[in-house]
Structures are given as structure tokens and as C-alpha cells.
């Protein structure tokens, strides 16, 4: 293998304390008579054969350095490195299509992982007897995009461990809920069953799995009930996670905990060990600011020097920006290391192209695909689809039915309503939005800076625009917006069919409501990801077709602008002011998309009350 100028000049480090080793191409691979993959697979990298990013060109720099410049502190030795890659690859089978039954054979970059974790000791000298070489890495931070087979991977890792490592291993796995855990708990254990030979000594029940068969003729010995070794599973939920005494604990999707409540007391659990292993596995999430993102910032301090753990091994595969996600396929592979093994190029290809065009798809596509977060939550919808410059008038519509979205849910100084109609034969979806605002607001002008006008916009001219109502005092009540919906029905005879309302927060005028136009029409339109995914899709998509007349109101055009969305676990996504800003309102969005999840709700029978 051969290395030129140019690929020592693209071999880019963020720690500037190391520095690339000029003479690699001469690394001996072999220890003992061991092939090393941990060397392979850094100079695979090195000649660009295989696209890693910035951040694991660090941790594989650090660990050459130390293996080759440092064995007075670190000392690296196959042979127990290999015991459990050869249990994997002999021991473990599949049971997944389309490899269901097939041995697991690891790819390079597993191998060289499993190398990293078992391979290096360091001394120990706080150990009874004087202190001994003990392994490395207590802990082990494993950051890729996911459907790569990091669960599998990690479970088969750990259940080497459990066979080869010392008797008495006792491992948990845990995650934010019973059934994330459950999912490595049960790959684990599923690899298990494929296997006969484990199968004839161990056994599983509810509590778990151990050691030991009713079957199995030898009572005494590392592979029999007087092996305590055990491996359980516990979520966040669960209460008692302090007192135990672990030796293993793998911590499954971490970047969906908003704090270290889960997993500090299972890492105390772990004190007692002399060479405990604390993983985490995980993709990056949506959740902003929560125990991942502090996490990543501390173990990208331990990449650049800042921070001195060095008994943590920091595996992240990670993009070295989001332009190269959008502008060259070969970079993908840095996030996703096994992509084209079991993870399709085309079906991530597909998700990209959706990306591009889909405003609500886009940040959970970069999160989860390509462990690239949004580090704040930017504008949903662009300017192009939401500028619209088509009017009508209520008086179109007179004697016709419609559907109501109220929003009156988050302050009490400003509210909106929209009233949704169609025709038939007819693409467009018409909305008139009236906005409240309260004289408090409205008489604070625009140059201040006082918390009642934090947007600093002229209210009273919308007011002479007819775009919104000042109401006296400092709180709207639902009535004025019940009363509204009377008004214009008083007007132009325009009868709401369905009236869409936050279900915590428009009590009274759900009430009046039912008065005027009967008990089924008010509508609870729950504010969770379930309800409110489809109608937020839904009006991004008939905003970048145009199909949405909101008669030019400039005030709807600035509730569009500010707003965003944020995503749930499995990508449902639900309106959210941009960077959280309370001058950023979102008053005539989310009226108009309670308007879709009411009309959702009944369209069939709607249109066929408009003749459609």
C-alpha cells in the first residue's frame, strides 16, 4: 500500500497536538504473530480507500500513537481482542432478513473497534497486589447514523464478552423506555437461541438470561449455575437503578434523554470493577440541548486535547460538513460504514431527494441519516412557497359552509382564527385569518423593548388594515373569538361545519360554539406529534404548490416566516417558533394547520355538504 503528498495533505486533524505519522506505510501489522485490523483499517484510511471524517481520523491517529510511541503507558496485546471476534464470527448467527442464519462476519472497521476496546491496558497501580495491566477503555461512545447495524454489533460485542471474559459478568441494557431497551436485550438473546452451543448452557426467563441449563450434565464450571453471571434489561422508567453492581452496561439510543438521570446511577454501578465497559450506541436526535449533545461536546473536547480521559474510547462517525450530505455521495460513507452492506446507497439517495424538497423531512433526514443536527431550529418553509400575492373575499363564499381552526393556546395577547374553504373541482384551499391582539400589546409601540411587544410591530396599522382586532385590556378571552365566528356567519351566512380547537385551552369557546351551531360541531384538535404531523405536512405542501390563498394577509405571511418545526423519535413532526423566541409568533400557522387536522377529520363528509 502506497501513500502520496496529497493524501497526507487530505488527512486533516483536529487535535494539533498529533502529528500524522510521515513513515505509516512501514506500520507493522503483526503483534505476536496477530494481524493486526486496528492498523489495517488505519491505513485503508489513510490512502483514502476507506472516507472516514475529521473526528475518527483523530481517535485512529491517537490510537496508532499509542500503540507505536507510547508502550510505556499503554500496552496493546491481541490475543484477547481476537478470542472474542473469533467467537463472534464462529459462535454468532443472524436471525434477521436477509442474513437470517448466516454466520456474523465483521467488517474491518468492526474488527478494528473490537481491537481498540480489548487490545490496549494500561497500568493500574490503585489495584490490590501492587496494581496490574487492566484494559484501557472503561467506557465507549459508539456515534453512527442509523440502520448501519450498530445494535446488532454491539450486542454480538457484548456477548463475547459475557463467554470469554471472566465468570460472574453481569451486564444490563438499558434505554429511554422498556422497549428500546428490550431491542438489544432481545438481539442479544436472539443470537443466543441461533446458536446450539450457548443454547446448551444457558438459560433465559423473565429476569433475564444466565448461565446454566436444566439439561446440561455438568453442574460446576464457567459455563454452569455456579457462573452468577447474568443479562437484564431496565428503562429510564424503572426506579432502583442504584445498589446494583455491574460489570457491563450497554445504554441504547441516548440522544432521546434530556438529562443524566438514567444513566449516572448505572455508571456508579460500575465503581466496584476493575475493568467495568460503559457504552453508549446511538444516532443523533432532535432533542435540543439534552444529555447527547452534552455528551458530543465533552468528547469532542477529549478529541482536541482539551480534556484528559483517556480511558474513553470516542468513535464517531461524523460528517466534516453539511454541504458534502447534499453535494457528493462518496462522503456518506463517513457516517454510514456500512453503507452498500447493509445499508442501501439508493434508499439513502431516496431520503436525500425528499430532503432537498421537504422542509419538515430535512432536519430529521440530516440527524438520523447522517448525524448532522440542526444546531437551532431554523426556518420550516421558504420564502418562495409562502409568498402568494392571490385574494378573494368572504362574500365569495356567502352561504357556504367551512371549517374553523382557532388557536388560542400559547399567550393570551395575541390568537388567531382561520376559516378553510374549498370548491369543487377546485386545487385551491382558501383561508381568511382574523388575528387579536390586546391594547397592552398594541399600544406598546415598535421601538421599545418591552416584554409586552417583544416582535415590535405595528398592531394598530394591521388594525386599519383589517388584518387584526385590538382588544381592550391585557388578555383576550375566548369569547371574542367565539363571537367572531357568530359575526361573520351573521354576515355572510358562512356556517362553520367543523370548528378546530386546542383542547386545554379554548374551553369557553368550544361552549359558545356548540350553542350557536350545534354540539358536534367544536372539534379537539390534540397539540402532540400524532394529531398535528399530516396537517403540518400537509400545508407545506399545498404552500409550495400554491395552493393556498390566505388573501395576501401580511400578517399570515409573517406567521410563515416564523416558524419552524421539530421532530419526535420516529420523525413526526409538529410546528415550533424558530429558535424558541417568543417574539417569533406562530398564531395564523398553527390556526391554519388546526383548520387541516379538523378538516382531516371530516373531509369526505365536508365536501360533499359543498357539492364536491
Known amino acids: 500500500m502506497t501513500i502520496t503528498n496529497n493524501d497526507l495533505i487530505e488527512w486533516k486533524l483536529v487535535n494539533p497536538d498529533i502529528v500524522p505519522i510521515d513513515g505509516w506505510t512501514v506500520l507493522n501489522e503483526e503483534f505476536d504473530g496477530r494481524h493486526s485490523y486496528l492498523v489495517e483499517y488505519y491505513k485503508l484510511c489513510r490512502s483514502g480507500k476507506k472516507n472516514i471524517g475529521r473526528e475518527l481520523k483523530t481517535m ?27 467467537f463472534i464470527e464462529n459462535e454468532v448467527k443472524h436471525f434477521e432478513s436477509p442474513f437470517a442464519g448466516k454466520p ?53 460485542l457484548v456477548l463475547a464478552e459475557w463467554f470469554c471474559g471472566e465468570a460472574g459478568q453481569k451486564v444490563m441494557c438499558a434505554s429511554n423506555d422498556y422497549e428500546q ?34 439439561k446440561q450434565r455438568k453442574k460446576t464450571g464457567k459455563f454452569s449455575k455456579q457462573n452468577k453471571g447474568s443479562i437484564k434489561k431496565m428503562s429510564a422508567l424503572a426506579g432502583a437503578k442504584e445498589g446494583r453492581n455491574l460489570k457491563i452496561v450497554i445504554v441504547d439510543e441516548v440522544h432521546e434523554m434530556k438529562d443524566r438521570t438514567t444513566v449516572m446511577p448505572l455508571r456508579s454501578s460500575l465503581t466496584t470493577q476493575d475493568e467495568p465497559l460503559y457504552i453508549e450506541i446511538t444516532t443523533d436526535g432532535v432533542v435540543q ?57 439508493s434508499d439513502l439517495r431516496d431520503l436525500v431527494e425528499d430532503a432537498r424538497s421537504n422542509g419538515a423531512q430535512r432536519a430529521f433526514t440530516l440527524a438520523k441519516e447522517f448525524n448532522w443536527k440542526q444546531l437551532a431550529i431554523g426556518a420550516w418553509l421558504k420564502e ?62 415598535q421601538s421599545t423593548d418591552s416584554p409586552t411587544n417583544p416582535e415590535k410591530k405595528d398592531y394598530k396599522q394591521w388594525a386599519d388594515d383589517g388584518l387584526c382586532r385590538i382588544i381592550d385590556g391585557g388578555i ?87 416558524t419552524a418545526v421539530k421532530h419526535n423519535n420516529i420523525g413526526y413532526v409538529m410546528p415550533d417558533k424558530i429558535g424558541g423566541y417568543i417574539g417569533n409568533k406562530i398564531d395564523g400557522t398553527m390556526s391554519k394547520i388546526i383548520a387541516l387536522a379538523a378538516l382531516r377529520e371530516c373531509k369526505t363528509a365536508f365536501m360533499s355538504k359543498i357539492g364536491g
Not at 491517537?62 to 471476534?85: C, M, P, S, V
Not at 491496558?121 to 461512545?141: M, P, S
Not at 480521559?309 to 460504514?337: A, H, M
Not at 382561520?418 to 383561508?431: A, C, E, G, H, W
Open 384 to 445: 418562495e412557497y409562502i409568498i402568494n400575492e392571490a385574494t378573494f373575499d368572504l362574500s365569495d363564499f356567502k352561504n357556504n359552509w367551512c371549517i374553523v381552526g382557532a388557536d388560542l393556546a400559547e399567550t393570551n395577547d395575541l390568537c388567531a382564527v382561520t376559516f378553510l374553504f374549498m370548491k369543487p373541482n377546485d386545487p385551491t384551499i382558501y383561508m381568511h385569518t382574523m388575528y387579536f391582539v390586546t391594547s397592552l400589546k398594541a399600544n406598546d409601540g
Open 60 to 86: 485512529l491517529e491517537t490510537l496508532i500513537q499509542n500503540i507505536y510511541f507510547h508502550g510505556d503507558i499503554y500496552h496493546f496485546d491481541l490475543e484477547q481482542a481476537h478470542k472474542r471476534i473469533k
Open 476 to 562: 383576550i378571552d375566548d369569547d371574542v373569538v367565539a363571537n367572531y365566528v357568530r359575526e361573520v356567519y351573521d354576515k355572510f351566512g358562512i356556517r362553520p361545519y367543523k370548528a378546530g380547537y386546542d383542547q386545554w385551552h379554548a374551553k369557553e369557546f368550544a361552549k359558545i360554539t356548540a350553542k350557536n351551531f350545534g354540539d358536534n360541531v367544536p372539534l379537539k384538535i390534540k397539540m402532540n406529534y400524532d394529531t398535528l404531523n399530516i396537517p403540518t405536512r400537509t400545508l407545506e405542501v399545498e404552500l409550495r404548490a400554491h395552493h393556498i390563498n390566505y388573501n395576501n394577509n401580511e400578517m399570515c405571511r409573517w406567521c410563515l416566516k416564523n
Open 181 to 214: 431497551a428490550a431491542l438489544i436485550f432481545d438481539c442479544i438473546n436472539n443470537f443466543r437461541e441461533e446458536s446450539r452451543a450457548m443454547q446448551k448452557v444457558t438459560r433465559k426467563n423473565i429476569k433475564g438470561i444466565f448461565f446454566g441449563n436444566p
Open 104 to 156: 456474523f462476519l465483521l467488517e474491518i472497521n468492526q474488527k478494528a473497534i473490537a481491537e481498540a476496546l480489548f487490545g490496549f491496558y494500561i497500568f493500574d497501580d490503585e489495584l490490590l497486589g501492587g496494581g496490574r495491566w487492566v484494559r484501557q477503555y472503561k467506557e465507549f461512545l459508539l456515534f453512527m447514523a442509523r440502520k448501519n447495524g450498530k445494535t446488532p454489533f454491539v450486542a454480538a
Open 289 to 345: 440541548d439534552g444529555y447527547l449533545d452534552e455528551r458530543l461536546a465533552e468528547a469532542r473536547k477529549v478529541l482536541k486535547g482539551e480534556i484528559d480521559k483517556p480511558r474513553w474510547l470516542v468513535w464517531l462517525y461524523t460528517q466534516d460538513s453539511e454541504d458534502e450530505i447534499w453535494n457528493d455521495e462518496s462522503s456518506w460513507t463517513k457516517s454510514n460504514p456500512m453503507l452498500g452492506v447493509v445499508k442501501k446507497i
